[in-house]
């Protein structure tokens, strides 16, 4: 699913938001979560799962080109834990789908 597909599907559930309101609304949210992070906060969506920074230490890496050691600096990355209604969702329907295939 894309940024506009979650637009449209949440102007289709809410009948009086418009398009356009509801690219304001996907674009509020996604902004804020954006921020937060950006602040290093953790943001937690019950039900849904759990967005945080992971910090990655230095460490020396190789060119694969010339196998010569690069120093690889310290980086600070988003990381998603999904929750456990997610998990347990994602699994059923994963279930589900495989057991129609197998007939």
Do not use: C, W, Y
């Not at 996604?30 to 937690?44: P, Q, T, Y």
């Not at 849904?48 to 010339?66: L, T, V």
């Not at 347990?88 to 789908?97: F, H, I, K």
């Amino acid at each position: 699913m894309t940024r506009s597909d979650l637009v449209e599907e949440l102007a289709a559930r809410f009948g009086q938001l418009t398009q356009r309101d509801a690219e304001f609304a996907v674009k509020a949210i996604l902004d804020a979560m954006n921020d937060a992070l950006v602040r290093g906060h953790r943001i937690e969506i019950r039900g849904f799962g759990s967005f945080s920074i992971n910090r990655r230490p230095p460490r020396m890496g190789r060119n694969p080109r010339s196998g010569e050691s690069v120093a690889i600096p310290e980086k600070k990355v988003p990381h998603f834990k999904p929750g456990k209604a997610l998990r347990e969702a994602v699994d059923a329907r994963t279930a589900l789908l495989e057991s129609q295939h197998k007939v």
